[in-house]
């Protein structure tokens, strides 16, 4: 099959078994192998990438080359070295929560993405609500669109869930609540 998708905003093109784990297609590309050797049990979550054109995480050990046709793939390191991750660091920086050096990158990518999906949620809400069929509670309604804090309780299991691809335990449950009520703040600030 070939294959054809951008991989980190450079075009690629080569052929491939379209059942070949998309792991195996990125060693082709990427320096650091390690990150994308089969863990064989299919459970660590390093393998982690960003498809954007579909906006969802996929494990690359899992996802076979032929559903990535097309797509728009970023992987964790290239992310962390991107300026649009900064948002991430710094949230890590100022509550002094890190994640270890072995999953920093693809926790940022995933929290990255959890903000996103969040910052999507207000948009869609805030749409409902300027709806004439959407009836809610005035105050209620603004209290969760306004208080990240309330957005993050309300999303616990969601971002819990989420986070959960990624199987290293170097962050506790509430860090990991911490760093996205941050986050989503400053990118919300950051888009005003």
Do not use: W
Request: with cysteine; glycine share 2%; hydrophobic share 35%.
């Amino acid at each position: 099959m070939r294959l054809r998708f951008t991989l980190n905003d450079s075009l690629k093109e080569l052929d491939v078994n379209s059942n070949e784990p998309l792991s195996f297609t990125l060693r082709t590309f990427e320096d650091d192998l390690t990150q994308y050797v089969a863990c064989k049990n299919y459970n660590c979550g390093h393998c982690v990438v960003q498809n954007r054109k579909t906006d969802e995480i996929l494990l690359s050990c899992l996802t076979p080359c032929f559903k990535i046709q097309g797509s728009d793939i970023i992987t964790p390191d290239y992310f962390y070295s991107n300026k649009q991750s900064s948002y991430i660091r710094s949230s890590y920086r100022e509550l002094g929560i890190f994640p270890c050096e072995e999953c920093k990158k693809e926790r940022t990518l995933i929290f990255h993405q959890i903000v996103s999906s969040l910052l999507k949620k207000i948009v869609k809400t805030q749409a409902q609500k300027d709806s004439f069929f959407f009836i809610h509670n005035e105050d209620e309604f603004d209290n969760s669109l306004n208080s990240s804090s309330v957005l993050v309780e309300q999303n616990k299991d969601f971002i819990l869930s989420y986070m959960a691809v990624l199987k290293c335990y170097c962050l506790r449950s509430n860090d990991i609540l911490k760093i996205v009520e941050v986050a989503l703040d400053k990118r919300r600030k950051a888009n005003v």
